[in-house]
């Protein structure tokens, strides 16, 4: 098992940047959140962002879709390149951003509609189906990717809320996939859900990393190690070591890595 | 652990004290639990006994006015009283007026009375009769020229201390001081009824008629008020919703959060406090003095009554915005919906049984406002005719159903308080009838999530 994920963490380092952070900075009013990181997100990549609570990884992840935005006293400096493209450029529209970058929340929060309607909305308001049968398609694409067809084709128009926590997870990732994203951020996604359901969702993300950059922000050291292929390591605020998971975890250059790994702090 | 099974040591007594018996502490926490529910129950005792003799009192004082004694009479249509040309020129019929009617219900009542003894002299017998009898009988004449030259039955309105002899408000002794009727009058209607001439009857013109003068109680009716409220809570609605709903959403949803949008969130809140009478005069000097629209119409009504209840439908609009979770407008903008998208295709349905509920109330409560028309001149005259159309209703002077039984309440004859009575009766009705479809609406929208 682990000789299988460190072979791909070493085909994977190959690929290429997908996202380019460079001297970002944010303030929640008059608090410095994120100091000064700066990061390059590889393509076709799990990418870990782990450290204490209130070390600004989720902040860090909610300026990769602009979901930031939504705050009213949060300010964001420096840049964020996706594909080489500033995403904070005035000419950006954050509507068509987050379909590009799909997010996949901490506490699964299915819309109060039937499972079909949930996977169906995203495609539907930006137009990817022409008719019916193709939206039929992609539900059912989505679905699957999201590994949670086989589990509800029989009841795609039962509400999503009526699914297990896991499955509710589950289906918000495939509603995610839905509106064919290339980048996937996952806030903690595994923190509400059972032992169970959770190796569920660490093993579709290991899938999805198949056509997605995914970031993956998590409070469980074991999961970083067993999903990502990269991991960075937040600590109040600044970005203190990015590297490969097994560097990170077995040999980290920082002492306040390895204090955090040893489980000294946080 | 299996030691302690193999090995049941008791447990000392002296370490701790028995669960068998209260100590001093829990006693009184008890004490004090019981005490705290018999309040309660007292409290809801009480309340229940107010509003069971509120009921009580309404449906007692106000049964009576959903039944009238009507007087049944044949009477003879002489051809030379009304249609002395005997061309039936419907013009010519017009000009009799109700005086020309008169003598003919006083023969009527003459030879209708002729086989029972009384001491009523047959000029007093007109006095068992409403005033309205003869405009009812012209009107049916004018209606139907054809009847002129034959006797025809009619029922006609008794005056209203008859139909309070009939329910049993009015007695012989309160005749005394009455020049209305006599002692004598309440012998010949005893017979009458007897002889089924004179009966009470279920009272639609109550719930579908036009208010009356001040001496015709008899003929007072709330139906054109109901129509005045009517329109006026469509003014309500169509006005207080879309802007109410629409502000709403702005501030909760769109709006920065600033010195700005505090100092209106304040103010809005405050509105809702305001007297309503205030909101009256406000409506007077906007719509009346400075807009010049019409007094007394329902359109000022309406928007008067809209000021006051925009607050209501704010303040609850934005509570039930902010009840949505706010992990719902995130799922929503994480698959990319723009923030109005987010708004009203996941957060505004969520939000909706809320809403409309708050809505409902806030009608609810226009409906039932008297203080605010006081001002704008919708209490006070008699509103006798029905709107032509929809334009004169929203336009033509109207009064409203609080406002009707207000106007009844404040006037002299008794016979006008059970109108009163009644109006409350159907006032509740509406808005028993209002609360349900808030019910029933926010049963059908309700989601859980």
Redesign the interface.
């Known amino acids: 098992m682990e000789d299988h994920y460190r072979m791909d963490r070493t085909m994977s380092t190959a690929q290429d940047t997908k996202i380019s952070a460079r001297n970002v900075q944010v303030h929640y009013a008059d608090n410095h959140a994120i100091k000064d990181v700066n990061v390059e997100i590889g393509d076709k990549t799990v990418t870990a962002f782990i450290g204490p609570s209130g070390c600004g990884k989720s902040t860090f992840l909610r300026c990769l879709?602009r979901?930031n935005d939504?705050i009213?006293i949060c300010r964001v400096g420096g840049d964020i390149l996706i594909d080489g493209e500033d995403i904070y450029d005035p000419k950006v529209d954050p509507?068509?951003l987050?379909?590009k970058v799909?997010?996949?929340?901490q506490?699964p929060?299915?819309?109060?509609k039937s499972i079909y309607d949930n996977v169906a909305?995203?495609p539907k308001?930006?137009g990817l189906a022409a008719n019916k049968a193709e939206l039929d398609q992609i539900v059912e694409r989505a679905l699957r990717r999201g590994a949670i067809w086989d589990e509800v084709k029989d009841r795609l128009h039962a509400p999503g809320?009526g699914l297990s926590g896991g499955q509710q997870q589950r289906l918000?990732i495939a509603?995610?996939v839905?509106?064919e994203p290339e980048v996937l951020l996952m806030d903690e996604p595994c923190s509400a859900l059972d032992p169970i359901a959770t190796a569920q969702v660490e093993e579709l993300i290991d899938e999805l990393r198949q056509n997605y950059a995914v970031v993956i922000v998590t409070h469980s050291m074991q999961q970083a190690a067993r999903v990502s292929q990269k991991t960075a390591f937040f600590h109040l605020g600044n970005l203190v070591e990015y590297d490969d998971t097994d560097q990170i975890f077995t040999n980290p250059k920082d002492p306040r890595t390895e204090s955090y790994i040893s489980g000294r702090i946080g | 652990m299996t030691d302690a099974t193999v090995t049941p040591t008791p447990a000392p007594r002296t370490k701790g004290k028995s669960l068998m018996s209260e100590d001093a502490r829990t006693k009184k926490r008890n004490a004090a639990e019981k005490r705290f529910r018999a309040y309660g129950l007292g409290a809801i005792t009480v309340g229940l006994l107010f509003l069971v003799s509120l009921l009580w009192a309404i449906v007692q004082n106000g049964t009576p006015a959903f039944t009238q004694t009507f007087v049944t009479l044949d009477v003879a249509l002489l051809e030379e009283k009304l249609d002395k040309t005997g061309n039936r020129d419907i013009d010519e019929i017009k000009k009799v007026s109700t005086f020309g009617y008169n003598p003919l219900i006083a023969e009527a009542l003459v030879t209708a009375t002729a086989d029972i003894e009384t001491e009523v002299t047959d000029k007093d017998l007109k006095k068992i009769l409403s005033a309205s009898a003869a405009a009812l009988l012209r009107d049916q004449v004018i209606a139907n020229p054809d009847l002129i030259g034959e006797t025809v039955e009619f029922r006609l309105l008794a005056s209203s201390r008859v139909d309070g002899y009939l329910k049993g408000r009015v007695t012989r002794e309160d005749l005394a001081r009455d020049k209305n009727l006599d002692a004598a009058h309440l012998d010949l209607i005893d017979v009458m009824v007897e002889q089924g001439s004179v009966e009470r009857v279920f009272n639609w013109d109550f719930i579908l008629g036009a208010d009356a003068s001040e001496s015709r109680p008899e003929a007072a009716g709330i139906g054109v008020s109901m129509l005045g409220s009517f329109f006026m809570m469509l003014v309500v609605l169509f006005l207080a919703l879309p802007i109410g709903v629409a502000a709403s959403i702005y501030l909760e949803e769109f709006a920065?959060?600033n010195r700005f949008t505090d100092l209106i969130e304040v103010n809005i809140s405050n509105l809702a406090a305001v007297p309503s009478i205030v909101f009256g005069i406000l409506g007077l000097a906007a719509f009346i003095q400075f807009a010049h629209l019409p007094q007394s119409a329902p359109i000022v009504g309406g928007l008067t009554l809209t000021l006051m209840t925009l607050p209501t439908i704010v303040i609850s609009t934005r509570a039930s915005l902010k009840a949505v979770?706010p992990?719902?407008?995130?799922?929503?903008?994480?698959?990319?919906?723009?923030k109005m998208?987010s708004v009203f295709?996941?957060v505004l349905p969520?939000a909706m049984p809320g809403i409309l509920t708050g809505t409902i109330i806030g009608l609810a409560q226009a409906l039932g406002e008297t203080a605010p028309l006081l001002l704008i001149g919708m209490v006070g005259f008699i509103a006798s005719n029905y709107p032509d159309g929809v334009a004169s209703g929203f336009l033509d002077p109207n009064s409203a159903m609080p406002a009707q039984i207000y106007e009844w309440a404040k006037r002299a004859d008794p016979a006008f308080y059970e109108r009163a009575w009644g109006g409350i009766i159907i006032l509740l009705l509406f808005l028993m009838t209002m609360n349900i479809i808030a019910i029933l609406l926010r049963r059908k929208f309700e989601?859980?999530?």
């Open positions: 879709n979901m939504t009213d509507v068509q987050r379909a799909g997010m996949v929340f506490k929060n299915p819309f109060p909305y995203g308001i930006h809320t918000c509603r995610a839905a509106t | 920065p959060q979770p992990s719902i407008r995130d799922a929503a903008l994480g698959v990319g919906a723009s998208q295709h996941h969520l989601r859980r999530w």
